[in-house]
């Protein structure tokens, strides 16, 4: 899974460019997944977090490896970059590989390693909430929830559900630490804000369940990082549930099978429409965290390693039906019975 994330100290110098470094990563490998996808080469979906990466990153680089649980969504590979997911687990899983997490048995987003904190992907819209929240009860009974967050990502379209209502509320009566970072990227698939919910900001939702509220642009980097940063200290130190909700567009269509033409061109070219990855350089440069000879090696070392990645993954063996055994639970059978 990587190296282990301690953001109980550290520099914001520190803490944006390790986001920073989770983005790029996401954005470099998703670009190629896209191509591998378009060359026939991948079956089933590609779905990309372009212009999503800075509230996915600064979540992700937010937990702690080890400690925390994460349950990340279909536009969260910057999260689980920076949550400490190698990239070869995505590619293996995309690619079909038996030697992934999924052993080329399932879906290629649905991956995971819960033993390790990261909650494998549920498609439904809502889920994860509940899911994240009976980890944490459970931890609260074995008495091991001490320092604890657990944290998902969720779109606009996810606020509508009742497995997103069930989940929070339940963690606000039990002041869980639960951080859900919404990502309003304006549209559920193709259906707008204005068809979606009726209130003026999503964020009128929290002061209902009575849970931290949070807001930040989701396309200004620094931002992200403070206010999320923000949100996951405050569960952590038992100040319960924080919800934050993030300004932003989705920068490609809801998966590359979808052209997104239903989203207005004023709407892409406004502020909600710029790409995070642009603003974190300019901002990383302005702030001196980073020099732009420095992000240039950054990116041309996180090209050399996804193409490293990528060529293995493309060799590896895939599941063989004729060999293959498909339970999904082991169990002894050979037991004996008294006559």
Not at 8 to 19: I, K, L, N
Not at 197 to 218: I, M, P, T
Request: overall charge negative.
């Amino acid at each position: 899974m990587g190296v282990t994330n301690d953001q109980t100290s550290g520099s914001e110098r520190e803490q944006a460019r390790r986001v920073f470094l989770a983005m790029l990563k996401a954005r470099q490998l998703e670009t190629k997944l896209s191509s591998l996808y378009k060359a026939g080469k991948i079956v089933g979906g590609v779905y990309l977090g372009k212009g999503q990466e800075a509230v996915s990153g600064s979540l992700g680089c937010s937990l702690i490896q080890g400690r925390d649980v994460f349950a990340p969504l279909i536009r969260d590979q910057a999260g689980r970059t920076g949550f400490g997911e190698d990239v070869m687990d995505c590619a293996r899983t995309y690619l079909g590989s038996k030697l992934g997490p999924m052993r080329g048995r399932d879906g290629n987003i649905h991956r995971g390693r819960p033993k390790e904190g990261m909650l494998a992907m549920i498609s439904h819209l809502g889920a994860q909430v509940p899911m994240v929240t009976g980890v944490l009860l459970s931890r609260r009974l074995k008495g091991e929830l001490a320092g604890t967050v657990g944290a998902t990502c969720v779109g606009d379209g996810a606020t509508s559900t009742g497995a997103f209502h069930e989940g929070l509320n339940a963690a606000a009566v039990e002041k869980l630490p639960l951080v859900v970072v919404v990502a309003n990227n304006q549209f559920a698939y193709s259906t707008p804000n204005d068809r979606q919910f009726a209130c003026e900001d999503l964020l009128d939702r929290a002061k209902g369940y009575g849970v931290g509220a949070h807001s930040v642009d989701g396309t200004d980097f620094l931002d992200c990082v403070r206010g999320i940063g923000a949100a996951v200290q405050q569960a952590r130190e038992g100040q319960g549930p924080q919800m934050v909700v993030a300004r932003l567009l989705r920068l490609s269509g809801h998966g590359e099978h979808d052209d997104g033409s239903y989203v207005p061109d004023t709407l892409r070219a406004g502020h909600v429409g710029r790409d995070c990855m642009d603003v974190a350089r300019e901002q990383l440069v302005a702030a001196g965290y980073a020099s732009a000879e420095e992000i240039a090696a950054w990116r041309d070392e996180v090209a050399d390693e996804i193409q490293r990645v990528l060529a293995v993954a493309q060799q590896d063996p895939v599941p063989d039906p004729w060999h293959e055994e498909w339970e999904a639970f082991s169990q002894n059978l050979s037991t004996t019975s008294e006559a």
